[in-house]
Structure formats: C-alpha cells, structure tokens
C-alpha cells in the first residue's frame, strides 16, 4: 500500500505541487462538471460558455483542463478559481484544507499570522453556532418556531439541506456555548456572534429563526435570523462584516445550488432567504439570494464563475422596478444575458407558488410570468419609458455605454436603445462620444495584419522552454530575447526567465494571466512522449533558428543606420540599435 507524503508547515511556493499530489483534478472537476472518458481523456460540455457539445478536456494524467471553445486551460487551481469566482490566494487556502496540507505561518509577519489565527477561530466558532441552533430547532424550546415553519409549509428535507436553526429568546445562551469550547467574549464580538452594548456583551440573534450562510467551500461565515412574532423588533437581522465575510461578497444559498447552476448554466436570482428556500422546495435548485442588498460586482464575479444567464426576480412595485433596472443594467454591462421576471404587487415568491391555481397562483402561474419576462435590454427600456424623464433616460443611455466591459457590444446596444427609447441614433452617439457609423470619426485606425514568415519562432520558443525549462539557459545564452516582434510575446518570456529558478519545484502555471495559460497547457498537452535525441535535436533547430534571425536582424539593424548616418556602424551601435527597440515594445505594453 502506498504511503501518502506528509505535508505541514509547507511553503507558499512549494504548496500548490503538494495539493496536486493528493487531490485528482478529475474529482474536482466531476463535482460541477458532468465528465465521460473519451479515450485517455475526460470530455464534457465547458462550464464557462454556452454549447452543449463536449469541447472542455480533462487530461488526468498531466492535470489540466482545456476547452476547445472558449480556450480556457489551466490546472486544479485555475479551475476551482474560474468556477467558485476566487481568486488564486483563496482557492489555494480551500483546497489546502481540503488536502489536509497546512500552509506555512508567515513567520516574519506577526500581524499576518494573528489575521490567519483570528478567521481560523471565525470559523471554528460558526461551525459551534450552527450545530447549536440546529440542536435548539429540535429540542422542546422552540415550539413558536415548529408553529411558524408549519405554516410556512417548509419541506424538512429543505431545512436539513439548508441548516435552519433557532436562536433561543436568552441573552448570553451562544456566548456561553462558546465560552464552554473555549472562545473568550471578545473573540465571539469580532466573530460577528456576539454584540457588545449598554447591556454588556450578549448574543447577537435571540428567538429568531436562523439561516446558516455558507461559503464555496461549505464553511458556515455568518447567519440571518428572522423573527416570527409580531414585536416591534426588526424582521431580518444580519451578521456585520467581518474577518470571514463581508455581504456584497457572498449570496445566500450559492452552496447549495452551485452544482445546478453550473449544469443548467443559469441562475435564479432573488431577494430574500424564504425566497431561496421555497424556491428550491418547488424544483428550481439554482436558486440564491442578494443577502439583503442591492445586486454588487462581486457577487456578479462570483456567478459569473458558474454561469452567464441571469433570472432576476423582483418585487412588482415602484422600487423592486428600480432594483431589477439597476441589476440588470450591471449585468449587460457585463457581457452577461438575463431576463426579468417582475412579481404581482401584493405577492412574493412564497405566496405565488404556495397560492390556490384558482386564484391565478401557483407553480403554473410563475411559469407563465417566467415565460413573458422581457430579455434584460427591453426591460431597462420599458422603466425607462415609462418613469423616466426625457433628460434622465439621456444620461442612462450615456452612463451604461461607458460602462461596457466589452466595447465590441456598443454598436449592437446603440441600435436596440434607438429604437426601443426612440432617440436618434446619431444623437445617442454624439452624447456618448461614440464615432458615427456613416463617417467613422472617433473610431481607432485598424492595425495592419502581422506578418508571418514560415513556422512562428515565438510560440515554438515560448512553447518549448515552458515544457522544457531546464533549457531556458541555453535560449537565452543564444539570444532568443532578441527575436520576439511583439510585446506581449516579450513579457511572457520576461516572466518565464524571471520563473527559471523556481521551476524544479513550483509550477509556473498560478502566475500566468488566462492567455497564458491556455497557451501553457496547450504546449504541454501536445508535448510528444519523452524522448531525449528528439528534445536535444528540437534545442539545437531553434538556436539554429534564433541564430539565423538574429543576423537577419543585424543587417536590417545596419542598414537603417547607414540611411540615418551614411557611416558604417559599429556593431555596439547596431546591438544599441536593437535593444532600444526591444525596449520601446515592452515599454508601449507596460503604459510607459
């Protein structure tokens, strides 16, 4: 039987092999992705774009993913990154725990060890919280509470899924459970879980019902509690930011329903946290909810990961109008679709399903709603016109086009804006600084196609000292700097003669931007077998190469001179000549 490596105390540098070395990139992927071995590969439709076909690939062996479609690559990392919405510091952390592999202390940073000790105690303490008020939901305390979720008609297996819990009417009752574990006062305070005030300190949530909110990796980061009295208490109270949560962050219920939204590539979105439950209780799984605020960039980023259609119901009044406008405006503007499904005033999302079809509610009757929802561009236009101002739909209009993430999408919004808010598009393009399509006047000079000669040297070389780093000494020995014609090209191999050293125990593949990535796995996915006379032969026809370009370069190097001077240059000069402009590309790159 094979013995699994130890690993504790491990370096940053030397922790993403670790992980790779007990987890599979197949099981994490399987967890959102439906895979089928195809051969010596995993094959799926890709999660990051809309197809049905099976163009994502899951090379087990190497450990990388790469879609044929949208050419995302990468490997463990990039992916649980790119599907949970994490950045790369966050998803190492995740599956760090999950490998049972212990990051190492940043030893010379006392304040950065305290910050670490302070979110493992956040943690530790809500995982306290949740079984405590999950233990209180089932003992004889909480009648009101069984009463209230009677006649909420709330399916059990709902409420084990989400955890519901009941926080009891007492003041210190949690503080003392904490207390009992070992967590003083004020470490609960920080945590968000204790309140300090007039009173001294006491338990935040008190005879309320309690919604555990859940992060990607299914750790519990805050609560909600709702009251289900009639006292003059507020109806949601929620946790505060805190070491481990901050609420434009996150959305209620993602945990549960991360896996239906990655399958169906949709997400319902909505308000509240009944909302999400009966939602789901009534078969739509890929439910969540905003945690009480307005929709944020964050959170767009974050299921934006999963999916890129959006289903955005709000309340059918005045300011649930004016929520989903500005919901689905940031969504657009986003390069993402959605549509608006607007509730009957008067009804939310748990009286429309639970309602009497006699009374025109009912599963049926949402789908109906469902169904006539206008896409979100026709929505935006149809508050426009109807609440707005003339001068107020302008500056909408203005405001929206300069917040496009993709320029590419201004012309096709130009034309629908034109004819759904009946505003010239001449005018509309005037008020946006956007070049008219009769005289193109602000548009940017197209770039002349580059020219390729023969096989293209760059990617050969990138390629080959990505798959073969303990041969970038020799590239660089030969000058292969010196034969890169674009500056992107220039940076990438900046970045991987900078990496050199690492190599032997650090993959480069975290520190890559997502072209780069692509490019990386492409390379070693179609590395050929290991085969040592056909690597050194490979070596010596791209110095060769390299050589060969280098003395074209010198005598083009020369030549410019000689017109400039009409004196034979030294070749210093021409060598000068050649890495000032070497320079300017990676300058012109750098915004320099």
Not at 64 to 69: A, I, K, M, S
Request: glycine share 8%.
């Amino acid at each position: 039987m094979a013995v699994k490596k130890e690993y504790k105390n491990v370096p940053r540098n030397l922790a993403v092999q670790a992980i790779k070395d007990r987890l599979n990139i197949v099981d994490v992927v399987r967890r959102y992705v439906n895979l089928r071995r195809v051969g010596n590969r995993w094959m799926a439709p890709c999660p990051f774009h809309q197809e049905t076909k099976p163009s994502f690939s899951v090379d087990e062996a190497q450990g990388y993913f790469y879609c044929f479609g949208c050419q995302a690559a990468g490997d463990i990392f990039a992916f649980y990154q790119r599907i949970n919405g994490l950045e790369f510091k966050e998803a190492l952390e995740q599956l760090a725990l999950e490998a049972g592999v212990a990051l190492k202390s940043q030893d010379f940073d006392p304040k950065a060890k305290q910050a670490i000790d302070v979110r493992k105690n956040a943690f530790k303490m809500h995982e306290l919280a949740k079984n405590f008020f999950s233990k209180n939901l089932n003992s004889n305390k909480n009648a009101a509470c069984r009463e209230y979720l009677a006649g909420r008609a709330l399916d059990e297996k709902i409420m084990q899924a989400f955890e519901l819990g009941w926080s009891l009417p007492e003041w210190h009752a949690l503080e003392q459970h904490l207390e009992n574990n070992g967590f003083s006062k004020d470490q609960a305070v920080q945590a968000g879980l204790l309140t300090r005030g007039e009173r001294g300190v006491y338990d935040r949530f008190r005879s309320r019902l309690m919604f555990p909110i859940k992060n990607l990796g299914g750790q519990v980061i805050a609560f909600g509690g709702r009251i289900i009295d009639d006292s003059d208490a507020a109806k949601y109270i929620n946790t505060s930011d805190t070491p481990i949560y901050k609420k434009g962050d996150n959305l209620y219920g993602l945990f549960q329903a991360r896996r239906s939204i990655a399958i169906e590539k949709s997400v319902m979105l909505t308000e509240g946290y009944m909302d999400v439950l009966t939602l789901h209780q009534f078969g739509y799984q890929n439910a969540c909810g905003v945690l009480g605020t307005a929709l944020t960039p964050e959170q767009i980023k974050r299921l934006a990961g999963f999916c890129s259609d959006f289903e955005l119901i709000f309340d059918g009044d005045v300011p649930g109008r004016k929520a989903a406008l500005r919901s689905a405006e940031m969504l657009l503007a986003r390069g993402l679709r959605c549509k608006v499904v607007l509730l009957p005033e008067g009804e939310d999302i748990d009286s429309l399903l639970k309602g009497s079809p006699d009374s025109g509610l009912g599963k049926s009757a949402f789908e109906e709603l469902r169904q006539k929802a206008p896409d979100g561009l026709n929505f935006c236009m149809r508050v426009l016109n109807r609440e707005f101002a003339p001068k107020d739909i302008v500056a909408w209009v203005k405001q929206f086009l300069g917040g496009l993430e993709q320029p590419e999408l201004v012309s096709a919004y130009v034309s629908e804006l034109s004819r759904g808010l009946n505003i010239e598009e001449r005018i509309i393009r005037q008020n946006s600084g956007i070049a008219s399509r009769e005289t193109g006047a602000s548009a940017p000079k197209a770039l002349p196609p580059r020219k390729v000669q023969g096989p293209n040297i760059e990617e050969q070389i990138l390629a080959f000292a990505l798959c073969y780093p303990r041969h970038i000494k020799q590239l660089k020995g030969v000058g292969a700097e010196f034969i890169f014609s674009s500056s992107r090209a220039c940076v990438f191999w900046d970045k991987i003669v900078a990496f050199e050293p690492f190599f032997a125990g650090y993959d480069i593949l975290p520190d890559l931007d997502d072209k780069q990535k692509a490019f990386c796995v492409r390379s070693r996915l179609n590395m050929p077998p290991a085969d040592e006379e056909k690597e050194t032969l490979q070596l010596q026809q791209l110095c060769a190469g390299i050589q060969r370009m280098i003395g074209e370069k010198h005598n083009n190097s020369r030549r410019r001179l000689l017109r400039e001077t009409d004196d034979e240059p030294s070749m210093n000069e021409i060598l000068i000549a050649e890495n000032e402009i070497l320079i300017a590309k990676r300058d012109k790159l750098a915004g320099k």
